[in-house]
């Protein structure tokens, strides 16, 4: 099973601040990493992809890659109570055949 | 713009009885998947599709079985419902094998 691990939360940041969502995976093999925002009872909406190393910047979002540290982080910038959700981070690899695999979320909560 | 439809949002069956979930998508993608989310256990996966008539099982797919008969169309069927089969119900599809994925509403299914 190819994991891919992230802090559960809820991670607090006031109205205005820097959110900072952090995940790592197992699988060297992996090849694209995504970002999902889940609203409670909803399905999850794409937030970010992201091949390379180095960051990609999206607007208020910018995602981060490092695969020699196997590790994936989604930044928002001046954080508003709408961003309050569960972030999901999802991996796809080949060695998973293509399937793709997600952590468990994390819950951010912003403060007005 | 990508749209992926369920048949129902919300879903009451009883023990025992077949249940038939459906997801049509209207991209003319080739891959598509069936997930279940639970609290505290994230999003699982079921089964899926690379092309028609094809399948493959996921992480969980006892208890569960497919149909893809057109390229649009991926069904999940629940053989005999059982109460621990009671959960958020999301499908996805995607284009390429490393291609952004995209969900579908979900279907809240209760089996009493």
């Known amino acids: 099973q190819k994991e891919v691990e992230q802090n559960s939360g809820p991670l607090s940041v006031p109205e205005g601040a820097i959110a900072s969502l952090n995940c790592t995976y197992s699988d060297r093999g992996s090849q694209s990493f995504f970002w999902y925002r889940q609203y409670s009872g909803k399905s999850p909406e794409l937030i970010m992809f992201?091949?390379?190393?180095g960051d990609k910047e999206d607007g208020r979002f910018t995602a981060q890659l490092n695969k020699a540290s196997q590790y994936v982080s989604l930044l928002i910038r001046d954080s508003q109570p709408s961003d309050s959700a569960t972030y999901l981070c999802?991996?796809?690899?080949?060695?998973?055949?293509?399937?793709?695999?997600f952590g468990k979320g994390t819950s951010l909560l912003v403060t007005p | 713009d990508v749209k992926v439809t369920q048949s129902s949002r919300y879903l009451v069956k009883r023990t025992g009885e077949k249940v038939f979930l459906e997801c049509v998508q209207d991209m003319d993608h080739e891959n598509m998947f069936w997930y279940r989310q639970d609290p505290g256990l994230g999003l699982r996966l079921i089964y899926f599709s690379y092309d028609v008539k094809m399948k493959e099982k996921g992480d969980i797919p006892e208890g569960y079985s497919v149909s893809r008969e057109k390229k649009e169309r991926f069904s999940l069927i629940l053989e005999s419902a059982s109460t621990n089969q009671t959960s958020m119900y999301l499908c996805?599809?995607?284009?390429?094998?490393?291609?952004?994925?995209?969900f579908g509403p979900g279907t809240r299914l209760t089996v009493l």
């Open positions: 992201i091949y390379s190393n």
């Open positions: 999802a991996v796809i690899s080949g060695n998973s055949g293509y399937a793709l695999n």
């Open positions: 996805a599809s995607r284009q390429g094998l490393v291609d952004t994925q995209y």
